[in-house]
């Protein structure tokens, strides 16, 4: 028996969240604390399914599971690889901490249906996972549907006729997103035959030009209405209506990482780097993630809602993995896999900080802020860790994953978008670093007693501040995370870390 889970690990990885989603359905609302077990025992058993392969991975082995043979090429199928672990290790990691966060969230909002919230959670999760570990195009497909399809409760949490508004604005927008994947595959397996995944990519310039780029555009559109790629991202801030918990891990960790992990198995796994490069399609694809980072920065600039400018820079920011794969070179690659994570990190630490603050004082703007540093400074520092390893700064991860994109912009030969990158650190600063100084340098009658939110929301965030300052000082320190990274520029473009310059 213990043969067999160990050979399925990347089956029962999915299958862990599946099951707790039907025993959270099933104890309902009145078992609370039972109902939170199950979450938490699923979310640590994912985690340390996902964590006992990270060795192996590294070692170069690959954990493969064959679920269904349609027919003969076309079959769905998982394995696990360098860039599929990343992801499962960065969502699954950061799963454990948002059920703490979110059953403080839940209980001090006094939020209805929390049965519901949770169970819909782990189907999320279970489809996550099941994008990271899949084999070829057609799973990878299935299991990006049904986390579309699975958001969409969460989405529309809040039960107003508002939610519902941006519920059907997100459906419209994941249905076109998923009929251009389905399109793209079906142009893919009539050329080439396969839609396995292949590290360097399985497409051919003998299958024409033409095609190449129908097939480009069809998941440029599927993976870039998840990844928030202008002018395909609007549902992405108006989707901050559902609870912090869902924006934090969904909006910022699992949906939209989903769209930006598409393109790293696009480039890196489909069509290649270099055909990538011959056809012009990466160029493209980078004038669309450089113009979507200074956009959706400046956007930021305008945004009083917390969330909202939280959710721009969501945006902003998963144009630069886009970018970096986007560039090409193996530098850039490397800087792209590991903002992946680092981003994940900081970016979940101040939507947790965003919800920590509105739950405890009702504050959503960021013009009410005014001293609230002296009542929650645990909150706010977190808050301001996480808004610096964002601009950049070192110590923090951020910094570490900007250097590389820099520095692949530079060995590109693309100045312009060396001079994108640099430009948004400091618009990233102009954003973020000015709630900071307004939590603790200004003060306010309404924010002088000390007195955090509850311990199940301030320990998380805590612990992902300490993440985005670990990955910052020792970035391949526990969950190696660098070496993860490493591993996948290795194989897709078949340079390691060490030779290059």
Not at 149 to 161: D, F, K, R, W
Request: proline fraction near 3%.
């Amino acid at each position: 028996m213990m043969d067999l889970l160990l050979d399925n690990r990347a089956l029962v990885a999915i299958l862990v969240s599946a099951l707790a989603a039907v025993a959270v359905a099933l104890t309902g609302e009145k078992r609370r604390n039972l109902r939170e077990s199950w979450t938490v025992l699923a979310a640590l058993a994912k985690f340390g399914i996902v964590f006992s392969m990270v060795p192996g991975v590294l070692a170069g082995e690959r954990y493969e599971v064959n679920l269904l043979q349609i027919s003969p090429g076309l079959e769905l199928a998982l394995k696990v690889d360098p860039a599929g672990i990343l992801f499962a290790m960065s969502a699954s990691f950061l799963w454990i901490l948002t059920s703490f966060y979110a059953f403080g969230y839940m209980r001090g909002g006094g939020e209805h249906k929390q049965t519901r919230f949770f169970a819909w959670l782990a189907v999320c999760l279970s489809a996550t996972i099941g994008i990271c570990f899949s084999a070829n195009l057609l799973t990878f497909v299935l299991f990006y549907e049904i986390l579309s399809v699975a958001t969409y409760p969460l989405v529309i949490h809040a039960g107003s006729e508002k939610a519902y508004r941006i519920g059907r604005q997100y459906l419209v927008y994941a249905i076109t997103a998923g009929i251009a994947l389905v399109a793209g595959t079906v142009l893919i397996q009539n050329a080439a035959g396969t839609l396995d995944f292949v590290a360097g990519g399985f497409l051919e310039a003998e299958m024409g030009t033409g095609l190449l780029w129908a097939v480009f555009v069809c998941f440029f559109i599927g993976f870039g209405v998840k990844a928030g790629v202008m002018p395909i991202h609007s549902w992405l801030p108006n989707a901050m209506i559902a609870p912090t918990p869902v924006s934090a891990l969904l909006h910022a960790v699992a949906v939209v990482k989903a769209g930006v992990f598409g393109f790293v198995r696009l480039v890196g796994y489909t069509f290649g780097p270099d055909l990538m490069g011959a056809i012009g399609a990466a160029a493209v694809l980078a004038v669309f993630a450089g113009g979507t980072i200074l956009l959706a920065s400046f956007i930021a600039l305008t945004k009083d809602d917390l969330k909202a400018r939280l959710a721009y820079s969501t945006v902003g920011h998963l144009s630069y993995i886009v970018l970096g794969v986007a560039l090409l070179a193996p530098q850039a690659m490397l800087g792209a896999a590991f903002h992946m994570v680092t981003h994940a990190a900081m970016k979940i630490t101040l939507f947790f900080c965003a919800g920590a603050i509105y739950i405890h004082t009702g504050k959503k703007k960021v013009s009410q802020l005014d001293g609230i540093g002296h009542q929650m400074p645990l909150t706010l520092t977190a808050f301001g860790v996480g808004a610096v390893g964002l601009a950049g700064v070192p110590l923090v991860g951020g910094f570490i994953s900007k250097w590389y994109l820099a520095a692949g912009a530079i060995d590109a030969g693309a100045l312009v978008f060396l001079g994108v990158l640099l430009v948004s650190g400091i618009l990233n600063a102009a954003y973020l670093l000015p709630i900071v100084t307004r939590a603790f340098f200004r003060r306010s009658p309404d924010h002088v007693k000390l007195d955090e939110a509850s311990a199940l929301m301030t320990v998380p965030i805590a612990l992902t501040m300490v993440l985005s300052i670990l990955l910052g000082v020792f970035p391949d320190a526990i969950f190696r995370f660098f070496s993860l990274s490493e591993a996948i520029v290795a194989s897709v473009t078949g340079v390691t870390f060490g030779a290059m310059p």
